[in-house]
């Protein structure tokens, strides 16, 4: 471990910071997936050493663009607002000898998974060139996985850690929201409370997800942040070796998985039982509704306003253009669009319909209701099939550019953890494999709609791209979610001996 290394002095932070520096500086040429290096990090060296015990001692970490400082959000309106100081993370990061070196891409406005904005330009995807990196964290995805940096933070609030980890063969956790502080970073539409956002680590392994973590939720956070819970990690849970009750979908009746998605789902439900974990079917619930009726009346329940407002005035970049251009219809036209593709494509109509918002004050209060109550829901169900944890596909492989923006709604499988706010975190466990492709001529999708047919063409031409599943927990089990991921990571690991 680089950590033990460090602590015992048989490297040093110098050495360590200038190798990953020079690294980063060669994988960026590569993906372009950086914004900025931090300078401010040579002369943190010189300070380091104050933080010897710290658990991140030496250990370099890339952030988000949006974690820290004047960070534009790929939106040109906010260039040249720098901030005041670091937000609490950075500075927690900083006390446990972490040294923050550089910041990386993230797609105009955030509200997106691809990673391209019109002030840096698009991040590839570090397995193939010709592919995204996916977003929003997707230069940390890029970063991480061509081999720049080791340990990053990233923030997710409908798979922005969990899609480019998916996408970059790495893996990601999104926390509970709230378990972190995030104070001090930047968001799009601050104040939207019905799909809650959160910030977590991206790295090669999950050990680092959880080192990451354990460092975070220290007294140092829980001092500067009090409205943070003081809940330090429990290493006993993430330890535990106790067997799981796992509840697992391949399809969640919405997006139809690639057939590598379900796939990896099938070798990974396998691989559990072989090691003497049940394993039961689940099923989440009422899917159709609550994309259009939660999530995109929660997220854009303002009727994009605020988003648009944002965008004004500056160029629109190109992966975001398909998905903002019906956000401006006035609302008159998006109920007649909805009106006349009811009966051809239900699934299109109900979300054209969304898109106007909530219209008022207490319309916005019952939305708040109906999340609460499906957050009940959700439990009582999880309760009935008395499951533990469960194993579920995350989107891919990588898409080709262009298409994300094309289809907001295979976010399904990830934006739902946003909603519930339960835990959930990614790991690489396969590769796209020639007979995947072969499969994929065959995809028809669970509605058979324009999006069914554009995310086929989306995952096309993905032989050898990784392949990743999702592990999802209850709210604030946070230590049992990243157990469940190491028990599928170690699995995959011996299996492939």
């Not at 994309?291 to 329940?301: D, R």
């Not at 295979?410 to 796209?432: D, E």
């Not at 995947?436 to 063409?457: A, I, P, R, V």
Request: a neutral charge; hydrophobic letters at 35%; aromatic letters at 8%.
């Amino acid at each position: 471990m680089l950590t033990q290394q460090l602590k015992e002095g048989s490297l040093s932070p110098e050495d360590v910071l200038y190798s990953y520096m020079e690294k980063t500086l060669a994988v960026n040429k590569k993906l372009n997936c950086c914004t900025e290096v931090l300078l401010e990090s040579l002369d943190q060296l010189k300070t380091v050493g104050s933080n010897k015990d710290g658990l991140l001692y030496g250990v370099p970490v890339s952030i988000k663009d949006n974690i820290n400082h004047d960070c534009s959000c790929g939106v040109i309106i906010n260039l040249d607002q720098p901030a005041e100081k670091d937000s609490v993370l950075v500075q927690v990061l900083k006390k446990q000898g972490a040294i923050p070196f550089v910041r990386t891409n993230l797609p105009q406005a955030l509200l997106n998974y691809d990673c391209s904005n019109p002030i840096y330009g698009q991040t590839v995807n570090p397995h193939n060139p010709q592919k995204t990196s996916g977003g929003s964290s997707g230069g940390e995805g890029a970063l991480i996985g061509g081999g720049g940096s080791l340990l990053g933070i990233g923030t997710d609030i409908g798979g922005s850690i969990r899609i480019p980890a998916s996408f970059c063969g790495i893996c990601g956790f999104k926390p509970t929201a709230g378990r972190l502080s995030l104070q001090g970073l930047h968001s799009v539409c601050r104040g939207q409370k019905s799909v809650s956002s959160s910030a977590g680590p991206m790295a090669r392994d999950v050990d680092s997800l959880a080192l990451c973590m354990q460092a975070l939720l220290c007294d140092h956070m829980f001092s500067l942040d009090p409205t943070v819970p003081p809940l330090p990690f429990n290493m006993e849970i993430y330890r535990s070796s106790r067997p799981l009750r796992i509840g697992y979908l391949e399809n969640d009746g919405y997006t139809q998985p690639s057939p590598s998605m379900a796939r990896g789902v099938r070798e990974v439900k396998a691989l559990l039982e072989q090691a003497g974990h049940t394993l039961v079917p689940y099923c989440p619930l009422k899917m159709d509704q609550i994309i259009p009726e939660l999530l995109i009346k929660g997220v854009l329940a303002d009727g994009a306003t605020t988003l648009l407002q944002k965008l004004k005035g500056g160029p629109v970049d190109p992966c975001l253009e398909p998905q903002v251009f019906p956000y401006g219809f006035p609302k008159w036209l998006k109920k007649t669009i909805s009106f006349l593709l009811k009966p051809v494509f239900p699934r299109v109509s109900a979300n054209i319909g969304a898109l106007s918002g909530v219209g008022s004050v207490p319309e916005l209060w019952k939305q708040h209701a109906a999340v609460e109550d499906y957050i009940h829901e959700t439990i009582a169900h999880w309760r009935s099939c008395k499951i533990d944890v469960l194993l579920c596909p995350v989107i891919g492989p990588a898409y080709n550019f262009l298409y994300c923006g094309k289809i907001a709604t295979a976010v399904s499988y990830t934006i739902l953890y946003n909603l519930l706010n339960f835990p959930a975190g990614v790991v690489t466990v396969s590769t796209v494999t020639a007979k995947d492709e072969e499969e994929l001529k065959h995809y028809k999708g669970c509605y058979q709609d324009m999006w069914d047919k554009l995310f086929k063409e989306a995952v096309a031409g993905g032989e050898g791209l990784p392949v990743a599943v999702q592990c999802v927990a209850l709210p604030w089990q946070d230590e049992l979610c990243l157990h469940f991921m190491k028990e599928v990571e170690q699995l995959v690991k011996q299996s492939k001996k």
